[in-house]
């Protein structure tokens, strides 16, 4: 199922969605009218603008307080899948762990990490546009492949530190490489090998896209086929390694094939979001990329379209949650470099009238901006300073101690009591698959509790009492409440961190 989504459900969402178009269409008319066209810099600049805004406003996002908890704890030792439940890959913990050695224990790191994934997003970006350039050549168009990319920045959350941030990276180059398999060398398919193996490294979501470099040798007829088939095999391995050795140092390879591919794999729904205006843009540019290879017989346009192919269908068939639109980050990526070489005054080529074209590019450029300006402008009840201010007190009260706090309000920096520490495996994952169910209850959630004492422990998860959940979602027995529920009252005192009660934590006595 495909959901075009507009992100117009509400009555205020929708005025400003035509106020925009009024805007817009007016600004185009008068410079349309003057006859001196009119620049994409200032959509642009807005995009860009809104997206700063959302990475310093937005509130601390779940993803975020998870990697970076894993890293932490893999910097302190820990295995993944063994010692914290975990459905993926930790290549990104391995990577991050070293920095945690040195970090001091701040609620700063969110603003660090938000600063880091700004960078690799703006590697993303130049990388793209390198593509973008090298495929379209003269007819490569900065301004347009800016515009698609700076609209899906808020839409892609690139300011989040995931692990698809370094799979979109790794993924560029692959494509990167690729384009260049055709010919005598024999070096691009060991490079695109390497390259896609990293990024599976990461994260396996547009798993079409490995295909890419074998069905550009086979189409090659001649000698060098079965050596660059051998050779991005080689590259495949190389790539693998640093992943590879990790498992098998750590013993926890078939954790992670139950895990990342098992578990995840049941988890894959036919269901994407795709925003109309960068779907159009994307659509747009592979149908001129295939009409560019049927006139030239440019292979790196046929490349290109290929990609988008095989990113599209890999992105249709991945795991996508309803309005989750990150998922699609690669894709969005790839919409603007397919779309670098289309020019956006031909849509208005069949208008009639200056007004209506006007109207046409004011409603285009409308649908690019508007999602990021709704998405920025949505009532929440929570930000980012609100939210690292609760940290920060987590913080003070967990010391060095333990803690039972579910993320995204998780003092990054402190072990768990117990292997539960994820909303979604907790609340969602449990009550869907009996695996995530059976390795909550591996550990006596009761016991941990009382034996190590921990500093901080959640008092209320949305409204409810957390204690009482567990023993609803049969993690702990009746006895069990019962002795917590007098063990709490005894050692612990409740306290409100936050604005609200939603941000109530059991405070241990000795901590006040």
Avoid at 46 to 64: K, P, Q, T, V
Avoid at 273 to 302: H, N, P, T
Wanted: with cysteine.
């Amino acid at each position: 199922m495909v959901d075009l989504n507009l992100r117009f459900e509400t009555f205020p969402n929708l005025l400003l969605f035509l106020l925009l178009t009024f805007v817009n269409s007016l600004w185009i008319y008068r410079n349309l009218k003057k006859k001196s066209g009119f620049s994409l810099k200032p959509f642009i600049l807005i995009n860009l603008l809104l997206f700063i805004a959302w990475g310093r406003l937005i509130h601390i996002n779940g993803d975020e307080s998870e990697h970076l908890h894993c890293a932490w704890m893999v910097s302190r030792g820990l295995v993944p899948f063994r010692d914290f439940w975990q459905h993926h890959s930790p290549f990104l913990w391995v990577i991050l762990s070293p920095l945690f050695k040195i970090i001091k224990p701040t609620a700063l790191i969110f603003e660090m990490s938000r600063i880091f994934s700004g960078l690799i997003f703006t590697l993303i970006a130049l990388m793209g546009w390198k593509i973008s350039s090298k495929v379209w050549q003269e007819k490569a168009n900065l301004s347009v492949y800016l515009l698609v990319l700076s609209s899906v920045g808020v839409l892609g959350q690139f300011f989040y530190l995931r692990p698809d941030l370094f799979m979109d990276l790794f993924l560029l180059f692959g494509l990167y490489f690729s384009l260049e398999i055709p010919g005598k060398r024999l070096s691009p398919a060991f490079f695109a090998g390497i390259s896609f193996a990293i990024a599976a490294s990461f994260m396996f979501k547009q798993y079409l896209l490995y295909l890419l470099p074998i069905i550009i040798i086979f189409r090659e007829r001649n000698k060098l086929r079965a050596g660059k088939f051998l050779i991005y095999l080689i590259g495949l391995a190389a790539g693998s390694l640093p992943l590879l050795f990790y498992l098998i140092n750590k013993n926890i390879l078939s954790e992670f094939i139950s895990w990342v591919f098992k578990f995840n794999q049941q988890r894959i729904i036919l269901w994407t979001v795709v925003f109309i205006a960068v779907g159009v843009m994307g659509a747009w540019g592979a149908y001129q990329l295939l009409s560019k290879y049927r006139k030239s017989k440019d292979i790196k346009s046929l490349i290109l379209f290929i990609a988008f192919c095989m990113s599209t269908l890999s992105a249709l068939t991945s795991t996508v949650v309803f309005s989750n639109s990150y998922y699609l980050g690669f894709w969005f990526v790839l919409c603007a470099i397919v779309s670098g070489g289309c020019n956006i005054v031909k849509m208005t080529e069949g208008a009639a009238t200056l007004t209506k074209k006007s109207i046409i590019l004011g409603l285009f450029f409308s649908l690019l901006i508007a999602p990021s300006f709704i998405t920025l402008m949505t009532p929440r009840d929570n930000c980012f300073s609100n939210d690292k201010k609760v940290i920060s007190k987590l913080m003070e009260y967990c010391g060095d101690d333990t803690c039972l706090v579910i993320v995204p309000l998780h003092p990054i920096f402190n072990y768990d009591a117990t292997r539960l520490y994820l909303h979604w495996q907790y609340h969602d994952f449990a009550n869907q698959f009996s695996s995530v169910r059976k390795d909550l209850r591996s550990k006596d959630i009761a016991g941990a509790i009382i034996n190590l004492r921990p500093a901080v422990v959640l008092y209320k998860l949305k409204n409810s009492f957390f204690i009482l959940q567990l023993y609803q979602k049969t993690l702990i027995s009746k006895d069990d409440y019962g002795e917590l529920a007098s063990f709490m009252k005894e050692n612990y005192t409740v306290k409100k961190l936050g604005e609200d009660d939603k941000h109530s934590y059991y405070i241990r006595n000795d901590k006040i």
